[in-house]
């Protein structure tokens, strides 16, 4: 089955400066690249997706990147601010017979001030 | 207000004791899952439902059963819990059909501990 793997287990930045979350997946049926964020104690919330069959997506600070061919994705969060600080997970779905969403492992972001 | 309710927040039960975490949600989705979140493995996929009564084994089932009678109720039932599912449990809702993928909407999460 999908396995994701995300590169970055932790990641410390200044605020305004951007920072960059990378995850691989194995499964090249996967079609849909969701990323969420998690805020301590609470839940994850969705941010920002992107599907297969486009290679950069853009929503206000964030940017998301496809390589399809590498099997790698990334988030791009540009002149980051301290209420960016959370964990953010990439994750990918692939059909099994259903859509099932396999995320990775987490990456806990540090924005200082 | 779209919303994803779990209950309890926080429960504390002995090994060997049977344990029900409720999820509820006022979206109308199809598709609700049970996840386990545990520190440097992610959340690891416990079992999806496409609809009611029709529910699919994720990852790790192993220990766990589901029941999914109205579309809105998704319940997790650990019988016998071991001390090995201490976890942080989050039930998601989505409109994913089996043909397209969507965006999940999270709990808040149950704290399980099992001593």
Redesign the interface.
Known sequence: ?EK?E?HE?TLSVREGDSAVINCTYTDTAS??F?W?KQEAG?????VI?IRSNVDRKQSQRLIVLLDKKAKRFSLHITATQPEDSAIY?CAA?SWT??????????TRLLVSP | DMK?TQMPRYLIKRMGENVLLECGQDMSHE?M?W?RQDP??????IY?S?DVDSN?E??IPKGYRVSRKKREHFSLILDSAKTNQTSVY?C?SSL?R?D??E???????TRLTVL
């Open positions: 089955g994701v995300q287990s079609s849909y969701p969420y609470k839940g994850l919330h969705f997706d997970f779905s017979g259903g859509y099932k969403v396999v995320f990775g492992s987490g | 994803v598709t899952y996840y440097g493995l992610g959340l690891q996929l999806i496409y699919s994720g990852d989050f998601a994913s089996r397209s993928a965006t999940l909407y999270f709990g808040s999460g």
